[in-house]
């Protein structure tokens, strides 16, 4: 089902009376747009948005990486720099956070926010290789 699919049937649901909560995750560097998102969730009348950032534990990387280094090759360093290091993964997603809370506030649209829960575990391995 596509984005718009889905936006479409939110709309319908919540013209029904049926309230819809939105899932914006996972929230990815360069590709995720929160403006675009909270603006086209308002429009379909979704009434809370959630939003989790990318899990790399368990080797959900090895897929992403193969699709980053196949289309989009020029984002791949960038991404892993982000997402396998705790203090650039702690930085973006402390600086995603306020863009999703701006979001929230403009389109008045609750949020509610889960960022860095998967990687704690791995983030805390590596502790003492990244101090």
């Known amino acids: 089902m596509t984005i718009k699919q889905r936006l479409d049937a939110a709309q319908k649901l919540t013209q029904s009376g049926i309230p819809v909560l939105a899932m914006m995750g996972p929230y990815w560097p360069f590709f995720t747009e929160p403006e675009q998102l909270f603006k086209e969730f308002k429009k379909a009348g979704v009434s809370h948005v959630f939003s989790e950032s990318f899990n790399t534990v368990g080797g959900n990387w090895t897929g992403v990486e193969k699709i980053l280094r196949k289309h989009y090759p020029k984002l791949f360093l ?54």
């Not at 609750?110 to 391995?125: D, R």
């Open 78 to 131: 960038p991404m892993e720099r982000i997402m396998l290091n705790k203090k650039n993964f702690d930085i973006f997603y402390s600086e995603a956070v306020k863009k999703i809370k701006a979001a929230s506030k403009k389109y008045d649209i609750p949020i509610t926010v889960y960022f860095g829960s998967g990687h704690a575990g791995k983030f805390q391995e590596n502790k003492n290789a990244e101090d």
